[in-house]
């Protein structure tokens, strides 16, 4: 046993009636279970009784493992009596999972007690281990080969001596016979696959055939990695014999899930390849969606349409509404219903969340922005305990927060991003920051995401340039250009980058090249027309284009747009009277009411920035000083004003007390309603509600409900 966790036992031994607060963290197999039966031996001994799940009586010693599994409600109450230190109360846990329920549970565990830290074992406590279980020493020849094998993880080390000893191969501390794993340790370590994340299964499967992925924080945590992200020997020889007596032909599509789980996206394609070019691989749909998934985020979503017509959508089984997205995304609209009105949803979480994504889509066509955002947000809340393992062509959050960005409905694009680190959901909530003006906060957010694939550097390019543009800084804008140049080269046009694609053309106009973009916005009219031009896809996109003409000093191509805008009105009325009073403006004819009408309007359909900006060319071409002024009050009155959203962005950057997305739960929950109607009332998931009232709890150091009520009332009555 380490010495840290031969103290916290000492400690114990020497007063068991003392209160005791601590934390035992590690990989799996290094000690964590065998420390927390130790110290439940030394209790029972000194007449205390043992809890393993969650108590309050401080009679007793409560020893909880694999916390990493705990939900966070469990969690925030094992911190509060962490907090109270009036416990006997000892945690352990792997490095992930690491949940913020988690995370701030092991910071105050550590604040009473520095962790016992558990990891692998050096060469002589391997032989020490070894030498517990022959009841002798082993030689030195077996004790290399226990440490080259096992590298050091007791668990492996027991397990592995145990089973060697148990078959004969070992003699007087020596190894016998051949060095092949026994199949008592092969089945162990089957148990062991069948108990992990399946993201975390397909990448320790991967690594073991060879497949260069990256290892995820999962497979780390598992402890069968090396430091170098390497399989430990002997757990690499076990489920190579473990995927040697399964179907090979299972293999490469499998292979290629893992590499596109784990990022490898080349890796995943050319496994996919090899699938799809073999008839007799009988894997092919799995192989079909790894492939789409990925030729999606490469800014290919039509190739992958093509592939999932040339599977044929029953192959794909429960899966096949998959391709609606897809479909939808590409413009075959009646392709897409058609398969929406037929498809069987199956009993499954994802296939739940792919019903819902697909109705939710089909509703931005046929429907209201605020049926879209329902369906999308249960989707993305569905999808949210497989999310992980789960290869989609976009996933639910995502796909709200771009409906989210094209209504205005900033907050709930907000909600469904939280917790969500990928590139993608970061350049989306930078978007949000963006729109809400504040430009330093979606600088910073989109600055940490490098590496990207085609479909998110589109939205980094079109992103940097809109901040630029905000901001009145030229230079940037040309840097910005020129990236975004590149960036549309690798991406063909389909619906879920019209955003970009509208930001993009403004930035051409301003720079002088609007042919760049061209071929990409007559795709984009070709698409919408297919679509039958629906208002919530069309509207947005003549605005940004009207923008365009503006910039360019095209009256011809703005009057088209506005026009177009005027066909919306009942829809987007905000964008069709702001295109009306543009023209105005251009044509020299202020009138300050239709002015602030429009600019106000565009303001409350969360375009402040443009808004303001109709303000104050408007000024600009004022001759009445007393119009000038008012329009040049109101300009700056809107790049002032604080929606709701803008106070949620502001306030975790400054770490005020709370969010606007916590202020909205905090006013629901002293109000009386539950979670789950919490969830409803914002289309968030009553997990995601949980959520926010423990992050609440914890920064306000409330120990109690009743005190933390108490709290809200005072904040929310300031």
Avoid at 6 to 32: E, S, W, Y
Avoid at 51 to 72: G, K, M, P, Q
Avoid at 337 to 360: D, K
Avoid at 561 to 578: E, I, N
């Amino acid at each position: 046993m380490p010495s840290a966790a031969q103290r916290l036992c000492r400690d114990v031994v020497a007063d068991p009636h003392a209160p005791l607060v601590a934390a035992v963290a590690g990989p799996g197999g290094c000690g964590k279970t065998a420390t927390l039966e130790t110290l439940a031996r030394i209790y029972r001994d000194a007449g205390v009784p043992v809890a393993r799940e969650y108590t309050e009586d401080t009679s007793t010693a409560l020893l909880v493992d694999d916390a990493h599994a705990l939900d966070d409600g469990t969690l925030d109450r094992l911190r509060r009596l962490a907090v109270a230190r009036t416990h006997r109360l000892v945690v352990a846990y792997r490095p992930w999972p690491r949940p913020p329920a988690l995370s701030a549970l092991g910071a105050v565990l550590g604040r009473c007690r520095l962790p016992v830290v558990l990891g692998r074992l050096d060469r002589a406590a391997v032989a020490a281990r070894a030498a517990d279980v022959l009841g002798h020493p082993p030689c030195d020849e077996l004790t290399d080969f226990l440490f080259e094998q096992t590298n050091g993880i007791p668990s492996l080390v027991d397990r592995f001596v145990a089973a060697l000893h148990e078959t004969g191969r070992l003699a007087d501390g020596r190894l016998v016979g051949q060095e092949t794993i026994p199949d008592g340790v092969i089945e162990q370590f089957r148990h062991d696959l069948d108990c992990l994340d399946e993201q975390v299964r397909q990448v320790l499967l991967a690594k073991a055939a060879g497949v260069g992925v990256s290892a995820c924080e999962g497979a780390f945590a598992t402890g069968l990695l090396t430091d170098a992200g390497d399989l430990v020997p002997l757990a690499r020889q076990a489920i190579l014999s473990l995927t040697a007596a399964a179907p090979t032909p299972l293999m490469p599509a499998r292979q290629a899930e893992a590499a596109a789980l784990a990022g490898d996206l080349d890796t995943a394609l050319r496994f996919t390849d090899q699938v799809i070019g073999d008839p007799r691989a009988p894997d092919r749909p799995r192989a079909v969606m790894v492939a789409a998934a990925v030729l999606a985020r490469r800014g290919m979503l039509a190739r992958g349409v093509d592939l999932y017509r040339w599977l044929g959508a029953p192959a794909l089984g429960e899966h096949a509404l998959v391709m609606v997205p897809a479909l939808l995304g590409v413009g075959a609209l009646s392709e897409a219903q058609h398969l929406l009105a037929s498809a069987v949803t199956g009993p499954t979480l994802l296939a739940g969340a792919q019903h819902l994504t697909a109705q939710g889509l089909l509703d931005t066509i046929t429907s209201t922005p605020a049926a879209a955002l329902s369906r999308l947000a249960r989707a993305a809340a569905l999808l949210e305990p497989v999310g992980q393992t789960a290869l989609l062509t976009d996933d639910p959050a995502a796909l709200t927060a771009v409906v989210a960005l094209h209504c205005g409905e900033f907050s709930i694009g907000e909600s469904v991003l939280s917790g969500h680190l990928s590139p993608r959901h970061q350049l989306l909530r930078a978007w949000i920051v963006m729109r809400q003006g504040n430009l330093t906060a979606a600088r910073a957010l989109l600055d940490a995401c490098d590496l990207l694939e085609p479909r998110d550097e589109l939205f980094a390019a079109a992103l940097a340039a809109a901040i630029a543009r905000r901001a009145g800084d030229v230079v940037a804008l040309t840097h910005s250009w020129a990236r975004a140049r590149e960036a549309v080269l690798h991406h063909t046009t389909d619906l879920y980058v019209l955003l970009p694609l509208g930001e993009l053309a403004i930035a051409a106009a301003r720079v002088g090249e609007p042919a760049w973009l061209a071929a990409h916005l007559a795709d984009a009219d070709r698409l919408l027309d297919d679509l039958g031009r629906p208002a919530f896809w069309a509207a947005p996109l003549h605005w940004a284009r009207l923008q365009a003409a503006i910039v360019a000093e095209s009256p011809q191509e703005a009057n088209q747009h506005a026009a177009a805008l005027a066909r919306f009105a009942g829809s987007h009325p905000a964008l069709a009277d702001a295109a009306r009073a543009w023209l105005r403006v251009l044509a020299g004819d202020i009138d300050v009411a239709v002015v602030e009408r429009a600019s106000r309007g565009l303001w409350a359909a969360g375009q402040s920035w443009e808004g303001a900006r109709l303000a104050g060319q408007a000024a600009i071409r004022c001759r009445d000083r007393a119009a000038m002024s008012s329009l040049l009050a109101l300009a700056r009155e809107l790049t002032s004003v604080d929606t709701p959203a803008q106070t949620q962005v502001a306030t975790e950057l400054l770490g005020t007390p709370l969010s606007g997305r916590e202020r909205e739960v905090a006013e629901l929950v002293v109000s009386g309603l539950t979670y789950k109607q919490i969830g409803e009332r914002l289309f968030i998931s009553a997990k995601t509600v949980e959520h926010h009232v423990a992050k609440m709890r914890r920064r306000l150091g409330c120990a109690t409900r009743s005190e933390l009520f108490t709290q809200l009332r005072t904040l929310l009555t300031a």
